[in-house]
């Protein structure tokens, strides 16, 4: 599997985004999904999850009800949508692969790792 994120740009705070990550391969509805991020100066950090169905998903607190991750296996994609935008979540957004079928929130359970796509959200 190889990944393509995409959908990053600049906005205004309290703007949306929807970034979406494409997967090549015909394996992609067997791996759980991820996104994370990294600011300037800081470590990447998790951002959401979803597992290989589509039933569970896991959200850092601070993105909780702002943030959804969804996926379209039979579009080999999964999605990003980022709602009510603060400058705090200026970062490069990375999207990933897991086959362990561990704990998604932690980047080591991740083999396959996208480009990244800056997100620039402006005061």
């Known amino acids: 599997v190889q990944l393509q994120a995409s959908g990053g740009g600049l906005v205004q705070a309290g703007g949306s985004l929807r970034l979406s990550c494409a997967a090549s391969?015909?394996?992609?509805?067997?791996?759980?999904m991820g996104w994370f991020r990294q600011a300037p100066g800081k470590e990447r950090e998790f951002v959401a999850s979803?597992?290989?169905?589509?039933?569970?998903?896991f959200y850092a607190d601070s993105m909780k009800g702002r943030f959804t991750i969804s996926r379209d296996n039979a579009k080999n994609t999964v999605y990003l949508q980022m709602n009510s935008l603060k400058p705090e979540d200026t970062s490069i957004y990375y999207c990933?692969?897991?086959?362990?079928?561990?704990?998604?929130?932690?980047?080591?359970?991740?083999?396959?790792w996208g480009q990244g796509t800056q997100v620039t959200v402006s005061s």
């Open positions: 990933a692969a897991s086959s362990t079928g561990r704990d998604t929130r932690f980047e080591y359970e991740y083999a396959i």
């Open positions: 391969g015909r394996t992609f509805g067997s791996y759980d």
């Open positions: 979803i597992s290989w169905s589509g039933g569970t998903t």
